[in-house]
């Protein structure tokens, strides 16, 4: 299985603060990567998909980039409703695998 | 709207077995393969199962071959996980979900919870 290592696990920034999320793979996943935002009680919702597509509805503030084995997830001008986990998952290969998360919250 | 909403969750002893069901709506259910995720609580995400347009191709996770089934009726909407031989590791909240590869809708949830 593709291991998908997230970091950093916890982060903390004030509101307006640009955010770098990360996800390294395990092996090459050719861009088939998406990211999920679960905020507290909710399910996830589709963020990001094919590593820097913007999924519909999604602010523009949330982008993706990278290539290979190195991905990230950036939030520009963080907004109190940005406070969520953030997921990572790769599809090149079955089984599809995700990483285990980054909590954000407010400073 | 795209909605699918799950059912069927409960607390069930070891080694039993549960189903639980998802309806959609908002969209042409049989043109989407449908899958099934898994989050035990306080971690992270695991897919479990995913199914073809046409039910004729299943996929699985290692730990639930052989003991879960994946199913569909495209004339009722509806997306199925037969769940037999049920361990304390299955306990989780489970999200039917939309098949994209990526998964781009979700249910709210249904809790499992496995322990005598």
């Known amino acids: 299985d593709i291991q998908m290592t997230q970091s950093p696990a916890s982060l903390s920034a004030s509101l307006g603060e640009t955010v770098t999320i990360e996800c390294r793979a395990s092996?090459?996943?050719?861009?088939?990567l998406a990211w999920y935002q679960q905020k507290p009680g909710n399910s996830p919702q589709l963020l990001i998909y094919?590593?820097?597509s913007l999924a519909d509805g999604v602010p523009s503030r949330f982008s993706g980039s990278g290539s290979g084995t190195q991905y990230s997830l950036k939030i520009n001008s963080l907004q109190s409703e940005d406070v969520a986990s953030y997921f990572c998952?790769?599809?090149?290969?079955?089984?599809?695998?995700f990483g285990a998360g980054t909590k954000l919250e407010l400073k | 709207e795209v909605q699918l909403v799950e059912s069927g969750g409960v607390l069930v002893q070891p080694g039993r077995s549960m189903k639980l069901s998802c309806a959609a709506s908002?969209?042409?259910?049989?043109?989407?393969?449908m899958a099934w995720v898994r989050q035990a609580p306080t971690k992270g995400l695991e897919w479990v199962a995913t199914?073809?347009?046409?039910?004729?191709?299943?996929y699985y996770r290692d730990s639930v071959k052989g003991r879960f089934t994946i199913s569909r009726d495209n004339a009722k909407s509806t997306l199925y996980l037969q769940m037999d031989s049920l361990r304390s590791e299955d306990t989780a909240t489970y999200y039917c979900?939309?098949?994209?590869?990526?998964?781009?809708?979700w249910g709210q949830g249904v809790m499992v919870t496995v322990s005598s």
């Open positions: 979900t939309r098949d994209r590869d990526y998964f781009d809708y």
């Open positions: 908002g969209f042409t259910f049989s043109s989407f393969p």
């Open positions: 199914i073809s347009t046409s039910g004729g191709s299943t």
């Open positions: 092996e090459d996943i050719y861009s088939n």
């Open positions: 094919d590593a820097n």
């Open positions: 998952q790769q599809y090149n290969n079955y089984p599809n695998t």
